[in-house]
Nanobody, 119 residues
Framework: VQLVESGGGLAQAGGSLRLSCAAS????????MGWYRQAPGKQRELVAF???????SYAASVEGRFTISRDNAKNTVYLQMDSLKPEDTGVYYC??????????????WGQGTQVTVSS
């Protein structure tokens, strides 16, 4: 299984970016999907999470500005980021809990994509 991210880049404060993360390989089902970020000198933190039944949750710092969504037919998770702030700068990673059989599931990470927000 491989996760490939796209959509990072440079944005001005107040702007928007949309991240995508697509899974490929032997996939029976995908359970939880999430986005994490890591700023320089800081630990990786959970940004947003969407369950298999499409229940979403967000870090307080992005609530109301970011929207996570999933397309199960495409094995893809998205992160729409609006009203960006300089403190949103970091490397963004997607993570999926993927089952390749009915009884076996593992966590997989994307390669990371840089998001830089200028003031």
């Amino acid at each position: 299984v491989q996760l490939v991210e796209s959509g990072g880049g440079l944005a001005q404060a107040g702007g928007s970016l949309r991240l995508s993360c697509a899974a490929s390989g032997t996939i029976y089902t995908i359970n939880n999907m999430g986005w994490y970020r890591q700023a320089p000198g800081k630990q990786r933190e959970l940004v947003a999470f969407v369950s298999r039944i499409n229940t979403a949750s967000y870090a307080a710092s992005v609530e109301g500005r970011f929207t996570i969504s999933r397309d199960n037919a495409k094995n893809t998770v998205y992160l729409q980021m609006d009203s960006l702030k300089p403190e949103d700068t970091g490397v963004y990673y997607c993570k999926m809990r993927i089952a390749d059989t009915e009884v076996n599931a593992d966590d997989y990470w994307g390669q990371g994509t840089q998001v830089t927000v200028s003031s």
